[in-house]
Structure formats: structure tokens, C-alpha cells
């Protein structure tokens, strides 16, 4: 069974910055052979993907909504995978998701929601 495990959330005022990180464990688990992405949810909206990143060697996808402000990155040595997120916008206010694909699955672009395994998110609230 894979955990995953955000944290980084917080407040911070429009234009400011963050960076999410992502822990990801379990028996034998290693994030290089995984597909992974990020995903957020606002109250009261649809989920939005945010993007994803398919495994060594593959593509990086994007939302337009977050296009050129966040950067997404990963560190299969530690298992671990991030968010960069710069010049936020109080409308990036949500509670944010990271995910793995199912073994051996590519992310098809930013709105591909074919999670397998994702936690239980981390707070982002932008705000003067």
C-alpha cells in the first residue's frame, strides 16, 4: 500500500509563493517507475488538475490556469515530488492532492484524473 503525504500549505498573500512537497512510502515503492501529478479542490467546485509529470524520460503536462507560475519536479531518490508556486492568485485557493498513476500507466495531460493513489492534501489559502 502507497502513502502519500503533502504538506507546505498555508497562507500567504497574492503574488507570494509556496512549495508543496509530496512524501511518498510503501513496501518495496519506488517513484521512478510511477507517472504522478497534482490535483486541488476548492469548496463547493469541481476538482481541477493542476498537472502532472509521466515517469524518467516522459512529458510534463500543465493546466493553463497555472501555466509559467508553477513548476512541478520530482526526487525519485527520495521518493518524494514537489509544487513550486509562484505569483499565486487568491482563485489558486484550495486544498491540494498529489497522486500516483497505476504501475506502468502515463498521464495523458493535466485533467487526466486516472489516479491510483493519492493523500489527503494540504491547505493553500491566498489572501491579502
Known amino acids: 500500500q502507497v502513502q502519500l503525504v503533502e504538506s507546505g500549505g498555508g497562507l500567504v498573500q497574492p503574488g507570494g509563493s509556496l512549495r508543496l512537497s509530496c512524501s511518498a512510502s510503501g513496501p518495496g515503492f519506488t517513484l521512478d517507475y510511477y507517472a504522478i501529478g497534482w490535483f486541488r479542490q476548492a469548496p463547493g467546485k469541481e476538482r481541477e488538475g493542476v498537472g502532472c509529470i509521466n515517469n524518467s524520460g516522459g512529458s510534463t503536462f500543465y493546466a493553463e490556469s497555472v501555466k509559467g507560475r508553477f513548476t512541478m519536479s520530482r526526487d525519485n531518490a527520495r521518493n518524494m515530488m514537489y509544487l513550486q508556486m509562484n505569483s499565486l492568485k487568491p482563485e489558486d485557493t484550495a486544498r491540494y492532492f498529489c497522486?500516483?498513476?497505476?504501475?506502468?500507466?502515463?498521464?495523458?495531460?493535466?485533467?487526466?484524473?486516472?489516479?491510483?493513489?493519492w493523500g489527503q492534501g494540504t491547505q493553500v489559502t491566498v489572501s491579502s
Open positions: 497522486g500516483t498513476f497505476p504501475l506502468g500507466v502515463s498521464c495523458g495531460g493535466p485533467y487526466d484524473y486516472g489516479y491510483y493513489n
